[in-house]
T-cell receptor, first 115, second 108 residues
């Protein structure tokens, strides 16, 4: 079965800390995505990547950066965590060809709390 | 971005068909219609997608209106495991914009 694995299910960090969220997919997908999900706001795209070392900003990239050094791994970095970054973070992947005619595979999510 | 409108919630009896409606009157010619569902404490799960023609897969059917301004997700026999939030999404390029979705409750 295809799999997108996020390193942590729950994470608690302090304001100002640098936070790394890791995502690994085993489907040899070219495209990988980071979303955050907040009540009443749905899922919002933070960053996505078409290929190794390639990245594109999504709708809400401020306060975040990403790294894709290997095809299977896409990391989301919170440079200096703030309380308004408390959220559920979801990683997803899809094969080449774009998302429009492909399906996204999501991980189970990381619930991040910033205190 | 084109928008979708779905009912906030729906209820169904187990083993009966469920029709989940979605309005997307601002859809453009190249927007694909996708459906995902999200079970509690899990990431969204792909259900089905289409462009113009009706689509069937092992999970569900997608009926798309001729003018493409609305669509309906059909679960042929609802089970308790189908209780989830169902999202109807228009997709162009690499962008999925999730709305609030429909909470589906299934009664035994």
């Amino acid at each position: 079965d295809v799999k997108v694995t996020q390193s942590s299910r729950y994470l608690v960090k302090r304001t100002g800390e640098k936070v790394f969220l890791e995502c690994v997919q085993d489907m040899d997908h070219e495209n990988m995505f980071w979303y955050r999900q907040d009540p009443g706001l749905g899922l919002r795209l933070i960053y996505f990547s078409y290929d190794v070392k390639m990245k594109e900003k999504g709708d809400i990239p401020e306060g975040y950066s990403v790294s894709r050094e290997k095809k299977e791994r896409f990391s989301l970095i919170l440079e200096s965590a703030s309380t308004n970054q408390t959220s559920m973070y979801l990683c997803a992947s899809s094969s080449l060809g774009g998302v429009a005619n492909e399906k996204l595979f999501f991980g189970s999510g990381t619930q991040l709390s910033v205190l | 971005d084109a928008k979708t409108t779905q009912p906030n919630s729906m209820e169904s009896n187990e083993e009966e068909p469920v029709h989940l409606p979605c309005n997307h009157s601002t859809i453009s010619g190249t927007d694909y219609i996708h459906w995902y569902r999200q079970l509690p404490s899990q990431g969204p799960e792909y259900v089905i997608h289409g462009l113009t023609s009706n689509v069937n897969n092992r999970m569900a059917s997608l009926a798309i209106a001729e003018d493409r301004k609305s669509s309906t997700l059909i679960l042929h026999r609802a089970t308790l495991r189908d209780a989830a939030v169902y999202y109807c999404i228009l997709v162009y390029g690499n962008k999925l914009v999730f709305g609030a979705g429909t909470i589906l409750r299934v009664k035994s």
